[in-house]
């Protein structure tokens, strides 16, 4: 399956809302673990994202992923500007002379974010939730419950990457906020695929 | 949460606003950002190897006030405890790079080491000569794999001292990546916190602490720290992570420099107290302490508490150290 400008459209349209309408949510899973400010810094990012595919209104799903990456990295600042803007920034290049498929799609993604944070699963980031999805995309229909799984085994982990990590052990029993707002980003991609993918 | 500030939004544009307007003739603001580079005459009439830092906001003086003849030709600043974006370290790479190079101070933290990466790539694709250094000095992290490693707190400003020195006086990007590695190697930081930092997006206190208590090892952007014990007399305090750093260095021979650097919200009374007491308890373990500042370098928002840097120096590093400099917060 491949994901058509419309729906990926769509999909990051609704990522930015999602993201704009959780922001407290970001920024309390953030105060727990981190320094508070994930929310805060994710809607900037949707804010910017959502006022540059106004401005550009891309005409292929390579511009539309560049967009989203360039409005992230601009943006967002911190860890998650640059790791959300790699993913999609090797997205979108990898979708510059045709589409791909969706689970290839995400699993350039989430290679990007590994590259650029020197990381990888089951250190308590995004990866944790990217990395799931992508498998679960690979064998099949993705639904909201994948997510959620993928999201809630964040809880028990011991951060090894991030900020999170100086708390090591007392990291424990808390979502990655990271993880949350990529949760969000999939949730979207549901609500665009339909549960029926 | 009480503060002196508009929106919330506004904030680090407003803090470069007032930043530049107050100090026009030392520096300016590079457009359409919000770093802030040299303004001097001599800036513009001298060559040498650009030095760039930058970080989230909410530590100043740093990184702003110490752009000056001397020390950073540039400084970029994020929003609060965030890591600026690629593209305005970019701007600032451009804006000081005079042919010989710049030089990247950054601050252990995994969103600042990624988005100076970024913009690495960036200004090396257009023939830039880049070389970054990686502030890691504060102890009271362990440096192993299972962490991003120890983090870059208040030492950064004597790496930023040191070196700035050595690019003020001729000296090639890469031997200031050399210098300014060994300042790392020998300069360790431990810090405590009385109240943690309220961050105005946030709205409150990052943890909590009870009237009585301290918190070990903190981070400067409410990172907690290894241990909570109840508050001791300052002379304790001094005594114990002299201790702790002091197991840091092998040798303890030659000459040594100590920061005593204030969180944003504890009074210099008290960072003097605790300055006499580090002195005189590094006097009778036979520590040769050579230069001594004490103020609110890197601060974190209006955290109360303190951190203590101790410096091995080499060479000349003392000489550099007490170089004068013309900025807002050395």
Do not use: C
């Amino acid at each position: 399956m491949r994901l058509e400008l419309e729906e990926a459209s769509n999909w990051i349209k609704l990522f930015a809302k999602k993201v704009e309408a959780n922001k407290s949510e970001l920024n309390e899973l953030d105060t727990a673990i981190g320094d508070g400010d994930h929310g805060t810094n994710m809607d900037r990012g949707a804010k910017a994202i959502v006022e540059s595919l106004s401005k550009n209104d891309p005409t292929n799903v390579s511009d539309l992923y560049k967009d989203t990456a360039f409005a992230m990295i601009q943006k967002v600042g911190g860890a998650s500007g640059p790791l959300y803007g790699t993913a999609f920034l090797d997205m979108s290049k990898a979708v510059k002379n045709g589409n791909i498929e969706l689970s290839d799609l995400i699993q350039i993604g989430t290679d990007g974010i590994k590259r650029r944070g020197e990381a990888d699963v089951n250190m308590k980031t995004m990866i944790d939730v990217w990395q799931p999805i992508s498998d679960v995309l690979k064998s099949g229909k993705l639904i909201k419950k994948d997510v959620k799984e993928a999201l809630d085994s964040t809880e028990d982990m011991v951060a090894t990457k991030g900020r999170a990590s100086y708390l090591e052990e007392k990291s424990k029993g808390h979502i990655d906020p990271g993880s949350q707002s990529s949760a969000y980003l999939f949730d979207t991609l549901v609500d665009v695929l339909g549960e029926n993918n | 949460m009480k503060k002196i500030i508009n929106n919330v939004e506004d904030i680090v544009p407003e803090l470069i606003s007032g930043l530049v307007k107050t100090n026009s003739g030392l520096i300016k603001q590079i457009e359409g950002t919000t770093a802030v580079v040299r303004n001097d005459k001599k800036f513009s009439e001298t060559k040498q190897v650009g030095i760039v830092s930058g970080g989230g906001s909410g530590h100043e003086p740093l990184h702003a006030g110490f752009v000056g003849d001397g020390m950073l030709s540039a400084a970029v600043a994020g929003e609060v405890f965030t890591s600026p974006t690629p593209d305005q370290i970019y701007e600032a790479i451009n804006a000081v790079n005079k042919g010989m190079g710049v030089l990247l101070i950054v601050k252990n933290y995994s969103g600042d080491v990624m988005n100076f990466d970024m913009a690495k790539e960036m200004a090396e694709a257009d023939d830039i000569k880049i070389r970054t250094i990686v502030v890691d000095d504060d102890i009271s992290v362990e440096n192993s794999e299972f962490t991003q490693g120890k983090r870059g707190v208040a030492g950064t400003v004597l790496v930023e001292k040191i070196v700035g020195a050595a690019a003020r006086s001729g000296m090639s990007l890469d031997d200031l990546a050399k210098l300014g590695q060994a300042v790392i190697n020998n300069t360790k930081t431990i810090g405590i916190a009385l109240h943690a930092a309220t961050v105005p997006a946030v709205g409150h206190p990052g943890f909590e602490l009870k009237d009585d208590e301290i918190e070990y090892g903190i981070g400067i952007h409410n990172e907690r720290g290894y241990s909570v014990e109840k508050i001791k007399p300052s002379q304790v305090l001094a005594d114990e992570l002299i201790e702790k750093i002091l197991k840091e260095f092998i040798d303890k021979s030659g000459k040594f420099a100590v920061l005593i650097n204030g969180m944003g919200g504890t009074p210099l009374m008290e960072q003097y107290i605790f300055a006499n007491d580090v002195l005189n308890e590094l006097n009778d373990k036979n520590i040769d302490v050579q230069f001594s500042k004490v103020g609110n370098m890197v601060t974190s928002l209006d955290m109360q508490g303190i951190s203590l840097t101790i410096m091995k120096t080499e060479d000349n590093w003392i000489d550099m150290l007490k170089e004068p400099v013309v900025t807002i917060g050395w």
